[in-house]
């Protein structure tokens, strides 16, 4: 079983959509996060949920919104689709608030 | 705030050479150490951790040091080989969230047969 998955693997849309992003960790963890990693590799934190709650948000457009409907989910909605948002998004969790565990990634790209 | 400078890519070698991916710190407190691994077309995975000065973190050959007079955590590996290919990230975090993990800029390997 996968630990942390996340769906779609490859996201591809024109600019101006709307679009989601699934995550779904059965490892039991209270914590998940979303991160971006832009074409040079570099990997920066979006958003981290505890139990549900939001605990991390840095400096995102509103344009991006995590929802987390239950502890082992934490989607993420993005409106208004633009170029620059085209990046690999991972999903992670953990549970002792060290070590991370990451989703394979979802390779989205905007025209 | 904390941040982590790890040595610039691309680095590549030839198989069994010795590897050296410098990585240095700072940081407040005393942070957890780690270096992940990302194949290519996947998420990264955890490699090896330290979580206080002078313990040695190894795991698949790889091992470092957490050094904390010279606030390094430099990744070595005695005899790479081919499937060693992929990007390193050295990363810290505070004790008390790993979401403000703090990367590195991550460093591509590339090993020849």
């Known amino acids: 079983d996968t630990a942390v998955s996340q769906t779609p693997k490859y996201l591809v849309t024109q600019m101006g959509n709307d679009k989601s992003i699934k995550c779904e960790q059965n490892l039991g963890h209270d914590t998940m996060y979303w991160y971006k990693q832009d074409s040079k590799k570099f990997l920066k934190i979006m958003f981290s949920?505890?139990?549900?709650?939001?605990?991390i948000n840095e400096t995102v457009p509103n344009r991006f919104s995590p929802k987390s409907p239950d502890k082992a989910h934490l989607n993420l909605h993005i409106n208004s689709l633009e170029l620059g948002d085209s990046a690999v998004y991972f999903c992670?969790?953990?549970?002792?608030?060290?070590?991370?565990?990451f989703g394979s990634g979802t390779q989205l790209s905007v025209l | 705030g904390d941040s982590v400078t790890q040595m610039e890519g691309p680095v590549t070698l030839s198989e069994e050479a010795f590897l050296t991916i410098n990585c240095t710190y700072t940081?407040?407190?005393?942070?957890?150490l780690f270096w992940y691994v990302q194949y290519p077309g996947e998420g990264l995975q955890l490699l090896l951790k330290?979580?206080?000065?002078?313990d040695k973190g190894s795991n698949k050959g790889f091992e470092a040091t957490y050094r904390k007079e010279t606030t390094s955590f430099h990744l070595e590996k005695g005899s790479v080989q081919v499937s060693d290919s992929a990007v390193y990230f050295c990363?810290?975090?505070?004790?008390?969230?790993?979401?403000?993990?703090?990367f590195g800029d991550g460093t591509t390997l590339t090993v020849k047969p």
């Open positions: 949920y505890n139990n549900k709650e939001l605990i």
């Open positions: 330290a979580t206080k000065a002078d």
């Open positions: 992670a969790s953990s549970q002792d608030r060290e070590k991370l565990f």
């Open positions: 990363a810290l975090s505070g004790r008390r969230d790993a979401g403000k993990s703090t």
């Open positions: 940081a407040t407190g005393y942070p957890s």
